[in-house]
């Protein structure tokens, strides 16, 4: 089977560990049930910064953010290892700039993801995103972001959102943990 996965709230916790990292360089203390609260992906307005702002600041610490220590969540790396061993192809679609491809890609396997060159994709807008996924036919496909699995959910692609405060209005199967999936893709395997 062919697996398709986002990086970013997908499969590591990004947004959180930039919500960290603000708040160590801002200087400013902000309930973590704020975060949790957001119903938009950018997390500047916690910090009473403008969209530009908070633009210029993701900008200036995407290196940091990026090739740091910034977690993955449990479970991530143990199943697409265990997909990688069954033999699955797995396919990693981000649209992180293209000039953090090659890094973004020794990160993962760094972490311990099952990467091969030929089945990543970076540096992509979410309408370009979603034809990438569409053209390379996968049978699953998970992401945090709701303009694109919106897009996605028809056909035979089962599509999957992993959970955030900022998609829990997008009615598709939800993935909380990682742990929890390999049970339900064993019982589809089977």
């Given at each position: 089977?062919?697996?398709?996965?986002?990086?970013?709230?997908?499969?590591?916790?990004?947004?959180?560990?930039?919500?960290?990292?603000?708040?160590?360089?801002?200087?400013?203390?902000?309930?973590?049930?704020?975060?949790?609260?957001?119903?938009?992906?950018?997390?500047?307005?916690?910090?009473?910064?403008?969209?530009?702002?908070?633009?210029?600041?993701?900008?200036?610490?995407?290196?940091?953010?990026?090739?740091?220590?910034?977690?993955?969540?449990?479970?991530?790396?143990?199943?697409?290892?265990?997909?990688?061993?069954?033999?699955?192809?797995?396919?990693?679609?981000?649209?992180?700039?293209?000039?953090?491809?090659?890094?973004?890609?020794?990160?993962?396997?760094?972490?311990?993801?099952?990467?091969?060159?030929?089945?990543?994709?970076?540096?992509?807008?979410?309408?370009?995103?979603?034809?990438?996924i569409e053209d390379l036919q996968l049978d699953y496909y998970f992401d945090d972001?709701?303009?694109?699995?919106?897009?996605?959910?028809?056909?035979?692609?089962?599509?999957?959102?992993?959970?955030?405060?900022?998609?829990?209005?997008?009615?598709?199967?939800?993935?909380?943990?990682?742990?929890?999936?390999?049970?339900?893709?064993?019982?589809?395997?089977?």
């Amino acid at each position: 089977m062919r697996f398709g996965f986002d990086i970013d709230d997908t499969l590591i916790n990004l947004r959180e560990y930039a919500f960290q990292l603000y708040q160590r360089k801002l200087g400013r203390e902000v309930a973590i049930d704020l975060f949790h609260a957001l119903n938009r992906v950018e997390i500047h307005e916690l910090f009473g910064l403008s969209d530009k702002e908070g633009s210029d600041m993701w900008n200036s610490v995407l290196d940091e953010l990026y090739y740091t220590d910034c977690p993955v969540y449990p479970g991530a790396v143990e199943l697409l290892q265990q997909l990688d061993r069954e033999g699955h192809e797995i396919f990693y679609i981000t649209a992180r700039p293209a000039e953090h491809g090659e890094n973004t890609k020794t990160w993962l396997k760094h972490q311990g993801f099952p990467v091969h060159n030929e089945r990543f994709y970076c540096g992509m807008k979410d309408a370009e995103k979603v034809h990438i996924i569409e053209d390379l036919q996968l049978d699953y496909y998970f992401d945090d972001k709701p303009a694109v699995v919106d897009t996605l959910s028809h056909g035979l692609l089962k599509v999957m959102v992993k959970d955030q405060s900022y998609n829990r209005h997008v009615e598709l199967p939800r993935i909380k943990q990682w742990a929890d999936l390999q049970e339900l893709i064993q019982k589809e395997l089977k």
